[in-house]
Nanobody, 122 residues
Framework: QVQLVESGGGLVHTGGSLRLSCAASGSIFSIYNMGWYRQAPGNQREWVATVTSGGSTNVSDSVKGRFTISRDNAKNTVYLQMNSLKPEDTAVYYC????????????????WGKGTLVTVSS
């Protein structure tokens, strides 16, 4: 069974920084794309950033220049460095990953973490 566990959320003032982490554990053969989504109160979940297994990254326009996504393949962990935080960044941040859990399984499955709350005060 694969699990994604996020950490690093909390309360920060406008302009501050936080670093989120998400560790994948369990039966893992290979991890492909890893990424972050967020959901603010009353809003739909939105994509924030993605990093491929080769390290290529892409971030949404709303966070470009402020957020950086990275991963440590040896630790099965993805990070989201968030700088210059704004009140509109307040949301629950969810980790997402495409994971192949066995060499016997040809396709990967998509997994979600339970989320970590980021609150940015003005």
């Amino acid at each position: 069974q694969v699990q994604l566990v996020e950490s690093g959320g909390g309360l920060v003032h406008t302009g501050g920084s936080l670093r989120l982490s998400c560790a994948a554990s369990g039966s893992i053969f290979s991890i492909y794309n890893m990424g972050w989504y967020r959901q603010a109160p009353g809003n739909q979940r939105e994509w924030v950033a993605t990093v491929t297994s080769g390290g290529s990254t892409n971030v949404s326009d709303s966070v470009k220049g402020r957020f950086t996504i990275s991963r440590d393949n040896a630790k099965n962990t993805v990070y989201l460095q968030m700088n210059s935080l704004k009140p509109e960044d307040t949301a629950v941040y969810y980790c997402n990953a495409d994971i192949r859990d066995s060499f016997r399984r040809r396709n990967s499955m998509n997994y979600w973490g339970k989320g970590t709350l980021v609150t940015v005060s003005s």
